[in-house]
């Protein structure tokens, strides 16, 4: 029996290796043109992790005018859950990232499919026949137990751990002895036959970190398991390579991983792509940074954000921020911009774990709600509330014009006000405006607190209130009534005999404001008037004194 009958008898195929080297032509490529893949596993949610990765992907692909596709990785048939694949688009999608190739919600597009690993198994056996036929791969027949076993002795001297050399008794094993077992039924994985020697270094430059000198793999790993699919490593190698990845973008997780990718590259032939290790996210618990947890952290899942009302486009703006570290800069510059408008750069991001920043996500977000105009900010209030706060969204239903008005409070300036931080705000921010939701606790009245001063000043003051009033006469108004009352209708006048006033303008129209919303901190009072109208004033006053 030759290596080739060997080789078929162990693994069966409908078509070889070279069926599948002339299916998968390579891609005709303008000169810089990436191709990148965002390749996750299909278990139930997006992790933050894998967003981030997938916006590198793509800005890095659309500024070279490449491609980036969507590959999804499910021979690990124990994470896999129901509708997983959905769920990663949908969520991805929100994100506005999209794909040139790859899986989609109505089956899949590009030349390069299938683009689902389960849907390969033909694709990596026909490949695992060529390791075999040119003795760079064997079975092992080795169990679990074996390779505990193994484990514990050299844990004990102190060797390195793995199936190699002296504890790669399969490797030993001849064509004779392999047929023997098969046909006595032995179950049995495919190994790389590794040449690598882990005293000889490899000398690489990865796109983020630079140059760097990795020694190599000498450990015969796994390449197809016994049910028949493909081990993580060897599909990754077999599908970049036929799928013409130019740059693997991933987590510096992999980075251990990177010695054995290469030799796989290197014994099957194919050209190894560019590698950009990105940092790993980080997060600040109690003092010791830890890698981001789906188990401790909530928001490791992006629904996470959803939920918080976040916009998409403010966490997609963090992730820029996260990616170069002058993009914060650029974007201050350039407001009227999309993060599109900016060149993303390799060497511009981190090389050490990034630090993960809620506070700056909130921040972002504040910016980016401020931007929009009040119709879109209540479209976007509306829909989030639907599904969150069946109060507030009934509300914003009854009050559409009213609520338009409300967002519109200080928006339409050259700095306009950032008091909602994600649209689980609104009620928060809002809720003294609306009659059914205000119930006042107690009044912020600060420094005026007598009573019957407080009467006064509204009693004065409604009966010169017009809400014809532009804001100036609204205000020239307020402060003849304020000094007639004893007030300083100039903060100039307080600060320079305070003893000869009650008080100052500020502190008469805080008594107005509290008065009307219960709180001494709310967005401009005139405008508030202006969207109550005397009639909701007139109650909100009595309300005080009942």
Known sequence: MDRKEYADFLIKTTHDYNYYLDKYKKRELKEGAMVTRLAPSPTGMVHLGSLYSGFIDKVMASQSNGICYLRIEDTDTKRTVENGVNTIIDSLNKFGITFDEG???????????????????????AFAKKLIIEDKAYPCFCTKEDEEHNKEIQTKNKEQIGYYGRWAKCRKLTMEDVIEKVNNGDKYIIRL????NPNHKIKFKDCIIGKMEIPQNNLDIPIIKSD????YHFAHAVDDSLMGTTHVIRGEEWLPSLDKHIDLFESL?????????ISTLMVDDNGTRRKISKRKDPWADVNYFHKQGIPNEALVLYMATLTNSNFEAWQNSNKDKSYKDFEFTFNKMSKGGTMYDYDKIINISKNFISTLKA???YKRALKYT???DREMYELLVKYKDYSIGIFNIEREKRKPRKDIASFNDIKNQTWYMYDELFKPQKYEWGKITNSDMIKKIFSEYMDVYDSNDDQDEWFKKMKKVAESLGFAPEMKLYRENPDNYKGSIADFSTVLRVGLTSKSMTPDLYEIMKLFGREKMEKRIVKIFN
């Open 386 to 388: 639907r599904e969150y």
């Open 269 to 277: 032939g194919f050209r190894i792509p560019k590698y950009a290790h």
């Open 375 to 377: 119709e879109e900010v």
């Open 103 to 125: 899986v989609a919600i109505d089956g899949e597009k590009g030349e390069y499919g299938p683009y689902v690993q389960s849907k390969r198994e033909d694709i990596y056996k």
């Open 193 to 196: 036959k590794s040449r690598g």
């Open 228 to 231: 028949g699919l493909p081990t």
